[in-house]
């Protein structure tokens, strides 16, 4: 009689590579993914309020996060933040600045790529090295979203369309963009605070691509050229010192334009896990000895 032979179902070659590449990715943790909330403070640093000075009008930020952990030393970060920054020369105990009276706020949406490093074996399935708490660094690419305004009598006005050092007029360049690139980098400390949860402080600082977060970058353009060509409105807020109506600022820097402007975000975040490498390694283990 002819033989049965019973023949054991092989996986797809693709699923193998899919699972090979996530034990490649996550050789020894514990924990793969997870998303959560932050919450904080952030404050403004450039020209209105440079860095010598106390860090004033902090605002109230927020945000939500997605972090895949590849090892327990390296993870990377998606995470998307609001906030509002603001700063007025009144509030300077610079009688320079005080005379010059610039002041802006700006929201700002902020959408961040970061890599973590941790120095501790974080979570790992090492019981030997396994550490449940851990200081860690990180830097990445960020983007954002700014929207300078100021104040005259009582209404507040969008600065970057009326162009207050030229921009748009015959002597004067391009609007500077509201859409941004930073450098997102610092320190924080994470914390196990059960098998599913964790909790972290960080401090991290923006290095912008923009001198002009503060609408304050270049120099004073020429009083009548601004109303003539953008409009008394444009004046009044280009140069709201006690000398605007004279026109001897015209020329003379309005802002230090080597300098590139950066804001800074003090907060704590409270995570949850996602997935484990543990349950995707019982998955591959069992398919393998089918």
């Not at 904080?40 to 902090?58: A, E, T, W």
């Not at 005259?152 to 859409?179: F, I, R």
């Not at 109506?245 to 334009?257: E, K, L, P, V």
Request: aromatic share 12%; net charge positive; proline share 6%.
């Amino acid at each position: 009689s002819p033989r049965v032979v019973a023949l054991k179902p092989r996986m797809p070659r693709h699923s193998l590579v899919v699972l090979s590449l996530m034990v490649a990715l996550a050789p020894a943790s514990a924990q793969v993914s997870e998303a959560g909330l932050t919450g904080g403070l952030s404050y403004y640093i450039g020209d209105i309020n440079p860095l010598r000075h106390y860090p004033r009008h902090m605002h109230m930020a927020g945000g939500l996060f997605y972090r895949y952990n590849i090892t327990p030393h390296y993870a990377v970060r998606f995470q998307g933040l609001y906030t509002r920054l603001e700063a007025y020369d009144s509030d300077s105990p610079d009688p320079v600045q005080q005379a010059r009276n610039l002041g802006f706020r700006s929201n700002i949406f902020e959408l961040a790529f970061t890599v973590e490093v941790n120095f501790l074996k974080y979570r790992s399935i090492d019981r030997k090295n396994n550490h449940l708490w851990t200081p860690y660094l990180f830097v990445g690419l960020g983007y954002f979203h700014m929207n300078p305004q100021n104040r005259l009598d009582d209404t507040w006005y969008d600065l970057q369309p009326l162009g207050t050092e030229g921009q748009g007029t015959a002597s004067g360049g391009k609007p500077y963009p509201l859409d941004v690139f930073n450098i997102p980098h610092g320190f924080g400390f994470k914390f196990a605070l059960s098998d599913r949860v964790d909790l972290g402080v960080e401090w991290g600082l923006r290095r912008t691509y923009t001198d002009h977060l503060d609408d304050v970058g270049g120099v004073y353009a020429d009083r009548g050229v601004l109303v003539e060509e953008a409009g008394p409105l444009t004046a009044a807020l280009a140069d709201p010192s006690a000398a605007r109506t004279s026109g001897i600022n015209t020329g003379r820097a309005r802002g230090d334009s080597n300098t590139k402007d950066w804001y800074q975000y003090t907060g704590l975040s409270l995570s949850m896990l996602l997935t484990r490498f543990t349950e995707c390694d019982a998955m591959w283990s069992k398919r393998k000895h089918r």
